[in-house]
Nanobody, 128 residues
Framework: QVRLMESGGGPVQTGGSLRLSCEVSGSTYGGACMAWFRQTPGREREGLAVIATGGSFTYHDNAAKGRFSISQDNVKNTVFLQMINLKPEDSGVYFC?????????????????????WGQGTQVVVSS
C-alpha cells in the first residue's frame, strides 16, 4: 500500500525559494515513476516534472524548466522539487504522484493518467 506525503509548502515572497519533499512509504522505492503536478483554481492540473525512481531519467515541462528542478534521495525514499525565483503565478497546490514504469528501463511519461497514487498536496502561496 503506497503512501505519499508532501511537505515544504507555505507562504513565500516573490523571488524566494522553496523545496518540496515527497516521502514514499509502503512500497519499494525504486523501479517506478514519480512526478510533481500543480493544481490552480480555474486551471487544469499541470505536470511539472517527472523522475525515474532509483534511476537517472528526469524530464521538466516548459513551465518548470530553468527555475524548478526535480531530484531524489534513494536512501530516504524521498523526491524533491526545488523551486527558485518564485512568482505569484507559481501559487497553487502541489501534488506528488507515483506510477509504474512501463516505458523502458529508464523513462517516464509526464501525464496524470500514468499515475495511480497521489499525495494530499501541499499549498504554495507566492505573494506579490
Amino acid at each position: 500500500q503506497v503512501r505519499l506525503m508532501e511537505s515544504g509548502g507555505g507562504p513565500v515572497q516573490t523571488g524566494g525559494s522553496l523545496r518540496l519533499s515527497c516521502e514514499v512509504s509502503g512500497s519499494t522505492y525504486g523501479g517506478a515513476c514519480m512526478a510533481w503536478f500543480r493544481q490552480t483554481p480555474g486551471r487544469e492540473r499541470e505536470g511539472l516534472a517527472v523522475i525515474a525512481t532509483g534511476g537517472s531519467f528526469t524530464y521538466h515541462d516548459n513551465a518548470a524548466k530553468g527555475r524548478f528542478s526535480i531530484s531524489q534521495d534513494n536512501v530516504k525514499n524521498t523526491v524533491f522539487l526545488q523551486m527558485i525565483n518564485l512568482k505569484p503565478e507559481d501559487s497553487g497546490v502541489y501534488f506528488c504522484a507515483r506510477g509504474p514504469r512501463p516505458f523502458g528501463d529508464d523513462w517516464c511519461q509526464l501525464a496524470a493518467r500514468a499515475f495511480g497514487d497521489w499525495g494530499q498536496g501541499t499549498q504554495v502561496v507566492v505573494s506579490s
